[in-house]
T-cell receptor
Framework: KAGVTQTPRYLIKTRGQQVTLSCSPI?????VSWYQQTPGQGLQFLFE???????NKGNFPGRFSGRQFSNSRSEMNVSTLELGDSALYLC????????????FGPGTRLTVT | KNQVEQSPQSLIILEGKNCTLQ??????????LRWYKQDTGRGPVSLTI?????NTKSNGRYTATLDADTKQSSLHITASQLSDSASYIC????????????FGRGTQLTVWP
């Protein structure tokens, strides 16, 4: 069974631009969560989607948004990029029968210059 | 305020030695506590998940303990190997309908030959 995949793996953008990251969960998983990881703050929860609906949201500004498609694939978008948005963005999917267990993708390394 | 604190921040040990990582939390209500291992440049991988009623769980050379009364957990690594070099992250799930996750900042473990 294929794991969680994220594209692209690496991305360089300039301040003010916007970016869209993609996450494909493990087949059969309907919940997708997004996290931001920086050396200073560690892992921080962005939002969670389940069956195309945002079920949970962290404390991030409105520049961070996401969506989930009917096939459970998810995208997150960051508009008006700031230098502080440079981070590893991780996506994780959960099984339909065991929401405790999350499977993480390899992440997208975003660098904002 | 719900928080997860990990100690030490970093640790260096020699191959073959044992070590113990600590996690203290204030998350309430409590649902479960997880330990993840994250290799550099990769997404976290789950090691153990413990609910309120469990006070110890093992996964190979990794043994996690949980004291729900004192809100402390530890991860013990036995006979360390070079491949154990990684960041170990403690995650506590809130016991509400949202099930929000709270992350520690991790302990960076380096195993030297």
């Amino acid at each position: 069974k294929a794991g969680v995949t994220q594209t692209p793996r690496y991305l360089i953008k300039t301040r003010g631009q916007q970016v869209t990251l993609s996450c494909s969960p493990i087949s059969g998983h309907r919940s997708v969560s997004w996290y931001q990881q920086t050396p200073g703050q560690g892992l921080q929860f962005l939002f969670e989607y389940f069956s195309e609906t945002q079920r949970n949201k962290g404390n991030f500004p409105g520049r961070f948004s996401g969506r989930q498609f009917s096939n459970s694939r998810s995208e997150m978008n960051v508009s008006t990029l700031e230098l502080g948005d440079s981070a590893l963005y991780l996506c994780a999917s959960s099984t339909p029968t065991d929401s405790y267990e999350q499977y993480f993708g390899p992440g997208t390394r975003l660098t904002v210059t | 305020k719900n928080q997860v604190e990990q100690s030490p921040q970093s640790l260096i040990i020699l191959e073959g030695k044992n070590c113990t990582l600590q996690c203290n939390y204030t998350v309430s209500p409590f649902s479960n506590l997880r330990w993840y291992k994250q290799d550099t440049g990769r997404g976290p991988v789950s090691l153990t998940i413990m609910t309120f009623s469990e006070n110890t769980k093992s996964n190979g050379r990794y043994t996690a303990t949980l004291d729900a009364d004192t809100k402390q957990s530890s991860l013990h690594i036995t006979a360390s190997q070079l491949s154990d070099s990684a960041s170990y992250i403690c995650v506590v799930s809130e016991g509400s309908t949202l099930g929000r996750l709270y992350f520690g900042r991790g302990t960076q473990l380096t195993v030297w030959p």
